[in-house]
Structures are given as C-alpha cells and as structure tokens.
C-alpha cells in the first residue's frame, strides 16, 4: 500500500499544535476539559484513584439517578452484572524507562455480585448498579476491548460504550495515559505520540496477565478510542508512518527546534517506523480522531469502523475524520457519521456532568448525545460481534442500517 508522507503533519507539528507544551492536540483538554469539570471538582478529590472528595460527592448525589441508570446493553443475551476495578501498570517506555499507567476494568461480574457505586469523573459522577471489585462471572473465556480516551481525558470518559460491552460479556481495559489526562496535562504533545500506542500495548498485556482475568480471556480483542485516543487507536491496529518528509520540514529555518529534537531523535524515528501496530487486535474503532501524526491508515489491515461527527468543531471532519476516511482501504472498512453531532457527543460529559461544556457536541441543537450513543452501540456491538467474535452474516445493525441521526457508508 501506498505510504502517506508527512508533509501536512509535519508542517502541523511544528507550527506549534501543541508541541513541547503540554497543551491538548485539540487545543484544549478533550472530552473532560480541566476547567470544565472544575465547575464542581475540588483540590479534594484524589486525583487519579476514582475517591470523591466530601463535596464531590454531594454533587454527585444531587444528579438525577435515572440519568446516571446503567445504559442497557444490546440484545445478544441476557446482560451480565458490570464490575470495575481499578489496577495499575509499570512497563519499560521507549526511550523514557519505566512509566506507570493507571488502568480501568469494566468486566461482567458474578451474578449476585455486590459492590460499591464507582465515582468517575474525579468524584463528580456516581455510576449506580456498577459494582467496585465484584468477582468475575463464571463462564468465558471472555473477549477484550482496550478503550483509549482523549487528550486531558480520562479512562472512564466514554462509560456509555465501556460499561455496555462488559454488560455484554467482554472484558475492558483502559489506560489513563499518564502525562495527558484530566488531572496532569503536563507530557510534551509531542511525545504522547509514541507513548500513547506504547501505553496501548502495555495495558493489553497487563490484562491477560492479571490476576483476575488471566486464564479466563480468549485471543479475540479489539480496540476503540476517541480523539487523540482515535489516533491511539489507529497506531496501535496497524497504522504505518514515513519519516522522509519531516527531515525535510525541520530543515526549515520556522520549524519548531524542540519538536524536532524529539522527532528526529534516532530512537524515536525508529519507533515510528517499525511502527505499533498489535497482532492482537482484530478490528478499530477510531472516533473522532485526530489526523496529527496519522501516517498511512491504508496500512492498517484489520476492519476499521470510523465513527464521525458532522458539527465537530474540535477536530473538524474536512481536517481530520475526511481525509482519513479517503485514505482508508480495506474492504471491510466502515464510516458512521452523525451530521449533527459534535465532538464530545462521543464521549459521556455532555450528559453525566450537565453545563460543563455547551458546545461541540453538548448545545442545544446538537443532536442528544444519549441519542448518539445508542446508535454507536448497536453498530459498534456489530462490528465487533461480526469481524472480533466471527459472527458474520447474523448483524442487522451493519446490513440493514437505518437511522434518521446517522449513516453508515461503506467502501
């Protein structure tokens, strides 16, 4: 397959998009901004571990409770119960040695499990019905999704999809990206771009060999994400890249001297040229993504279902979901696109904290993101079902798509 060169990207990186700064490829924290969630966050909360603060918590009781009600999940059996634990990793980053992760499970839990309500969120949003630490159900062996949130986001963003799969028997893990979340935005842009896939890849293998799970997992997984979290998600099925044109861009007197320091460094050039992608994962699922650092997504050899929005202000389609889309090549490859939709809708804020944000996905006359969500499920748990599980031929969703919120557009 042809490789894409990187002469818009390069030109992105370095006429600042962040680089070097700290600050978000979406220019501002994704899908849970910082300030944003500040409106009821307190210095209180213990940042990173899912314990509320007092006053936290008191606002997360005050959300109405229908709202906050498990999502159902779609109909391919009886739901299970949904567990959520908390774990952490250490793995050996190239070039920066040992980086931990905090890591996020959602997986179905034994019947008449029991279990505290987690907060995400930093405290702000209790999740009734959802039970801390419950055992594993019996049966399996259990199929993976690894989940990868946005930048200045956070590994419970997305709840609306994580929490369904686990109802549906799947095991889900989800990597805070450290450096890059909603509560320390302080990594250089420009390295998340090689650490990110490398996180990805940390957290599948902490997941087959926790102690909780292992042994009890099949070798069937797959690997969804929103925004910068779609571009992890693409690196990480496959996604080649070419280093030729972005010699060629630092040569520039304008280029962006710290950028390429790090960009040009052996090592890190290296990493992008052998590439991330995991055997392991059979299909991706990038939404809203980012096209930063995008490479050749005709590289990727597994199905891709691009989920878009037509209103994304953050990462808008004609920059970004577009010319991904054009570029993508395998026969299996699908867009769903919701024209009235923004940014966040693909992530739970817009819903779970109420006036955190009120643009890009969370206005008036975007369309309802809960609305979103449902179609994102069914076609998601299709995609899966039909090119993860091998259950092809028996997924309406995908064959007789019908909605008056999205389309579904094929090669």
């Known amino acids: 397959m042809a490789r894409r060169t990187w002469t818009w990207v390069a030109a ?6 962040g680089a ?24 209180g909360a213990v940042e990173g571990d899912g314990a509320p603060a007092t006053e936290d918590a008191a606002v997360a009781d005050a959300l109405a409770p229908d709202a906050l009600a498990p999502d159902a999940a779609p109909p391919s059996g009886p739901p299970y119960a949904v567990g959520y634990r908390q774990s952490s990793v250490t793995y050996a980053s190239v070039p920066d040695g040992d980086r931990t992760l905090r890591l996020v499970y959602w997986y179905p839990a034994a019947a008449g499990s029991e279990g505290d309500a987690p907060r995400y969120f930093r405290g702000l949003v209790r999740r009734p019905g959802i ?14 999704l690894l989940f990868s949130h946005g930048s200045g986001g956070i590994a ?6 994580t929490e369904a799969f686990a109802a549906a028997g799947w095991v889900v893990v989800a990597p805070d990206h450290t450096g890059n979340t909603l509560v320390d935005m302080g990594a250089p842009i420009t390295r998340m771009f090689f650490l990110r896939p490398q996180d990805a890849r940390a957290a599948l293998d902490a997941v087959w060999t926790d102690d909780v799970f292992a042994g009890r997992l099949s070798d069937r997984a797959f690997v969804a994400g929103h925004s910068f979290g779609g571009y992890t998600t693409m690196a990480a099925a496959g996604m080649a890249y070419a280093t030729e044109a972005l010699e060629a861009a630092c040569a520039d007197p304008a280029a962006d001297e710290g950028a390429c320091a790090v960009l040009l460094d052996p090592v890190v050039r290296g990493l992008f040229e052998e590439g991330f992608g ?32 037509g209103r994304d202000e953050t990462l808008p389609e004609a920059a970004h979901a577009d010319p991904i889309w054009r570029r993508l090549d395998g026969p299996s490859d699908l867009r ?6 923004g940014h966040f809708t693909f ?12 643009r890009d996905g969370c206005a008036a006359d975007n369309t309802p993101p809960a609305e979103v969500h449902a179609v994102v499920r069914d076609v998601v748990f299709a995609f899966a079902r039909r090119h993860v599980l091998g259950l092809a031929g028996d997924e309406p969703a995908l064959d007789a798509f019908s909605s008056e919120i999205g389309t579904l557009s094929s090669r």
């Not at 769903?336 to 939709?341: G, W």
């Open 156 to 161: 419970e963003q997305s709840f609306f999809l």
């Open 12 to 17: 992105t990186w370095l006429a600042g998009c």
């Open 278 to 309: 995991d055997p392991r994962l059979l299909a991706a699922v990038p939404m809203a993504p980012a096209d930063v650092v995008s490479g050749d997504p005709a590289a990727i050899d597994v199905p891709v279902l691009l989920v878009t929005a």
């Open 131 to 144: 039970l801390t630490d419950a055992p594993l159900a019996a049966g399996g062996p259990f199929p993976v």
């Open 336 to 341: 769903l696109d919701f024209p009235e939709a």
């Open 347 to 358: 992530s739970d804020v817009c819903t779970a904290i109420p006036g955190a944000l009120n």
């Open 20 to 43: 070097e700064t700290g600050a978000s490829v979406d220019d501002g924290p994704d899908a849970i901004a910082a300030d944003a969630a500040g409106a009821g966050a307190s210095d």
